[in-house]
């Protein structure tokens, strides 16, 4: 039974970093992809990140150079860690799970398994 959880939240000023954490991964296949999606109010959950079994990453344009998504294999978990934090970035962000496949997509239809999420304020 795969349970992600999220952590590492908070609330920063512009500029700022967080690290987010989602443990959960012991049970995954490969390929599988991993990925971070957020929901800011008022707007569609959108994909920020993901990163497949064979160490392949891609980031949507807008938070491309500032955040980064990495997996530490012993400690089953997946990080994004954020830096140059911007109001816009505000929302509850989300980790995900796709497994059986390389084919990783950008819908949240896409992903199996999902954390509760964690809330990221950024004030200017």
């Known amino acids: 039974q795969v349970r992600l959880v999220e952590s590492g939240g908070g609330s920063v000023q512009a500029g700022g970093s967080l690290r987010l954490s989602c443990v959960g991964f012991?049970?995954?296949?490969?390929?599988?992809?991993m990925a971070w999606f957020r929901h800011a109010p008022g707007k569609e959950r959108e994909w920020v990140a993901y990163?497949?079994?064979?160490?392949?990453?891609i980031y949507r344009a807008s938070v491309k150079g500032r955040f980064t998504i990495s997996k530490d294999v012993a400690e089953n978990t997946l990080y994004l860690q954020m830096n140059n934090l911007k109001p816009e970035d505000t929302a509850t962000y989300y980790c995900?799970?796709?497994?059986?496949?390389?084919?990783?997509?950008?819908?949240?239809?896409?992903?199996?398994?999902w954390g509760q999420g964690t809330q990221v304020t950024v004030s200017s």
């Open positions: 990163f497949r079994t064979d160490e392949f990453t």
């Open positions: 995900a799970l796709r497994r059986g496949t390389p084919y990783c997509g950008f819908l949240q239809t896409d992903y199996d398994y």
């Open positions: 012991e049970y995954i296949t490969r390929p599988s992809c």
